[in-house]
């Protein structure tokens, strides 16, 4: 099974911008899209970003994905308080069928 | 708005069964192009996507569970269930259930959670 790794922590003062990382370890992903899910303090995870740059309906244009090669990533402009919260990358594993494999996760903190 | 409602019990002893059932409500658990997932989180392991299910009955499941976990919809109930059989510690964790849709390929709606720990 494939591991998305992402760092564990990252932070930023209201108004930055702030970029998350997310490293692909396998070339078993079963399609070239990677996702990204928010996740505030005791809620349930909230999608960001789907098929690498897109943004679902009510998301913001501060956030915007991006994909290249086995790395992608989530940059975050006009950093907010609101913000603050963990941020999770996904893919499916192997084929469309799954897994549907999680990263490691990184916490945005806002300074 | 789509709601999923997650519950069942919160502590199951080791090597018993975990149910929990998703109530949907404000859409039609039947419509084409959405699965039904059920997606776990804990401390040690992260989001851990246990499995999904579409209104036949047509199920995936994760590799590392599918032994020990069946996944049943009810569409005249308009929800779903989760089975996790042989449980030990490490099966405690928030379960999530979601809507899979295969017109993004991602969860975009989800439960709130339901904390299950496994303890006697």
């Known amino acids: 099974q494939s591991v998305l790794t992402q760092p564990p922590s990252a932070s930023g003062t209201p108004g930055q911008s702030v970029t998350i990382s997310c490293s692909v370890s396998s070339s078993n992903i079963g399609s070239d899209y990677v996702y990204w899910y928010q996740q505030l303090p005791g809620t349930a995870p909230k999608l960001l970003i789907f098929?690498?740059?897109q943004r679902p309906s009510g998301v913001p244009d501060r956030f915007s994905g991006s994909k290249s090669g086995t790395s992608a990533s989530l940059a975050i402009s006009g950093l907010r308080s609101e913000d603050e919260a963990d941020y999770y990358c996904?893919?499916?594993?192997?084929?469309?069928?799954?897994?549907?494999?999680f990263g490691t996760g990184t916490k945005i903190t806002v300074l | 708005q789509l709601q999923l409602q997650e519950s069942g019990p919160g502590l199951v002893k080791p090597s018993e069964t975990l149910s929990l059932t998703c109530a949907v409500s404000g859409g039609f658990i039947g419509s084409s192009s959405y699965y039904w997932a059920w997606i776990r989180q804990s401390p040690g392991r992260g989001l851990e996507w246990i499995g999904s299910i579409y209104y036949s009955g047509s199920t995936f499941y994760n590799p590392s569970l599918k032994s020990r976990v069946t996944i049943l919809v009810d569409t005249s109930k308009n929800q779903f269930s989760l089975k996790l059989r042989s449980v030990i510690a490490a099966d405690t964790a928030v379960y999530f259930c979601a809507r899979d849709t295969r017109i993004l390929y991602a969860f975009d709606y989800w439960g709130q959670g339901t904390l299950a720990t496994v303890s006697s």
């Open positions: 098929r690498n740059d």
């Open positions: 996904a893919a499916w594993d192997d084929s469309l069928s799954g897994p549907y494999v």
